[in-house]
């Protein structure tokens, strides 16, 4: 199995670069050419902005070669695996890979309470009111590694750590206060990192499909905040990036599969393009076969042993619900496909595959004198 994700350059790395300028512990190399700009430029804050969805590739369709943030672009970097939300931020969040936190993906399988559950939203999957389970909510707080930099910032140093969000609490209100949150915070006195994130133009993508009239006005709006925050700040390092890419699907239902979905001992894990696969034990032969006679020209099969052995979601101390919310197969998109069942949703681009649209994201680094 050939791992396409650089875990000696992804956003792993990029945050334990961070976490080595705010003098925290780090547990997997930094990148050492954003070590010598702080180094050199020693200052005060440290803003990293994380556009949902905005790969490196969908930036160069939609963004002029002499726009703002390609100029800035130091280069396109990997994400972690899969390329999702639920793994890619708290990666970038922690300085941890999936493997250590435990956070894999948008659906996850909870063995403690025999279901799988939409990670974020603490509710099954399929369950689109997204009604909170207490069990999934202890089971998560029990198991998963989540602690941020800025949380141990605040806990562990005398500098500040800022988290901007549009949801839970002290949520932004909307993009004019996430950027006037920024520069206020940023001339404020003392050392501080904020970290803020920006559901477009994933959420958008996600609607009407990637390449559309609509994603590039939202980029361009994206490059034109950013360019015009970096004018009103001094003694600041403004990282841009995106937790993953996207890419344009077409979906396939495993319900028009009989002879697959009777092989299947539960609900499909993980992502459409990233599927996790649990197995009856006497079916495990025959779901191959049929895997790979229907789907082999659109997905890559792998075993639970194999998935394990390629360190697939990174190097690192497994978390200890790693192996029970892995499955027995993993099935990876590699061209424009996915797979749907009980409770996934249609949408019109997906990621989490393993093309470059998809696993490729920005590393942009703005120098605010």
Not at 56 to 83: G, Q, W
Not at 209 to 215: A, L, N, T, V
Not at 259 to 273: A, F, K, Q, Y
Not at 297 to 302: I, K, R, V
């Amino acid at each position: 199995m050939i791992v396409k994700n650089n875990y000696n350059e992804c956003l792993t790395n990029l945050a334990c670069s961070v976490r080595k300028y705010f003098g925290l512990e780090y547990k997997h190399n930094t990148l050492d050419y954003i070590d010598k700009i702080l180094e050199e430029k020693h200052p005060k804050n440290i803003v990293t902005i994380l556009c949902d969805g905005m790969g490196s590739n969908i930036m160069d369709r939609m963004l002029d070669k002499d726009s703002f943030l390609i100029k800035n672009r130091i280069k396109p970097i990997t994400t972690v695996f899969p390329a999702t939300t639920v793994a890619a931020t708290t990666s970038m969040m922690t300085g941890l890979n999936p493997v250590e936190t435990g956070m894999l993906g948008w659906d996850m399988y909870y063995k403690d309470i025999d279901k799988t559950i939409t990670v974020f939203m603490n509710s099954e999957k399929g369950d689109f009111e997204y009604k909170p389970l207490q069990e999934a909510i202890d089971y998560n707080s029990k198991h998963m590694i989540r602690k941020t930099i800025m949380d141990e910032l605040n806990e562990k140093s005398d500098y500040k750590g800022y988290t901007l969000l549009p949801f839970g609490e002290n949520a932004y209100k909307d993009l004019d206060d996430m950027y006037k949150i920024i520069e206020d915070k940023c001339n404020e006195e003392g050392m501080k990192y904020i970290y803020a994130y920006d559901t477009d133009p994933d959420h958008t993508m996600h609607e009407i499909g990637c390449d559309k009239p609509e994603i590039k006005s939202i980029i361009e709006d994206i490059n034109k905040r950013v360019e015009e925050l970096s004018g009103k700040l001094n003694d600041t390092i403004i990282f841009v990036v995106a937790d993953h890419g996207h890419h344009n699907v077409e979906n396939l239902f495993i319900k028009d599969y009989p002879d697959i979905e009777e092989c299947l001992l539960r609900n499909t894990s993980l992502e459409p393009r990233a599927v996790n696969f649990f197995i009856k034990p006497d079916k495990k032969d025959i779901f191959e076969k049929l895997f790979n006679k229907y789907f082999s020209n659109d997905f890559d099969l792998y075993s639970m042993e194999e998935v394990i052995e390629s360190k697939l979601f990174g190097d690192g101390v497994e978390n200890e619900i790693f192996r029970d919310a892995l499955g027995d197969y993993l099935a990876i998109g590699k061209t424009d496909k996915t797979l749907l069942y009980v409770g996934s949703e249609v949408l019109k681009s997906q990621h989490a595959g393993y093309t470059e649209d998809e696993i490729l994201v920005p590393l942009i680094v703005i120098d605010c004198k």
